[in-house]
């Protein structure tokens, strides 16, 4: 059996700026972690792509606001002039659903990479095999799923 790859320290191409710094930023922290290695690239990936959304629709809120108000014109059907303006409420900045959704994500996914203090405390929970052991990765696996 191969042995499992570090975490690249370079980004995938195809991120792109802010998720390029993420990448950056986190990979050196989350590799000091022994659990932490190439199998786990898609939820660094996830984790980069997901802080760049936020940062976008953040970025987007404080330029258009959170909430504008809501306007209805009404025409005259048969000149097409406007007879008037009629405020019908307010509505929410699709980039706050955005931002919501991805704070959700990178807490969810920061936990799993260790970067919160209860996802941290369950890494140092798990058990490491020396590395001189026999242990299998199957074993590893159930041992850290309680079976």
């Not at 000149?79 to 704070?103: C, H, Q």
């Not at 959700?104 to 405390?121: D, F, H, I, M, W």
Request: some cysteine; hydrophobic content about 35%; overall charge positive.
């Amino acid at each position: 059996m191969s042995k499992i790859k570090d975490l690249p320290d370079e980004p995938p191409k195809y991120l792109t700026g802010t998720a390029r710094y993420m990448w950056r930023r986190l990979v050196p922290l989350i590799k000091s972690d022994p659990t932490v290695n190439e199998m786990d690239k898609t939820m660094v990936e996830a984790f980069c792509i997901n802080y760049q959304m936020m940062r976008t629709a953040y970025d987007h809120v404080i330029e258009n606001k959170a909430v504008t108000t809501a306007y209805k014109t009404v025409v005259n059907p048969v000149t097409g002039e406007v007879i008037g303006t009629d405020f019908v409420g307010y509505k929410v900045n699709p980039s706050v659903k955005m931002l919501d959704s991805a704070s959700v994500k990178l807490k969810a996914l920061g936990s799993e990479l260790g970067l919160t203090p209860k996802g941290r405390a369950e890494l140092l929970e798990l058990k490491l095999p020396e590395p001189d052991s026999k242990v299998s990765t199957a074993d590893l696996i159930k041992q850290a799923l309680g079976k």
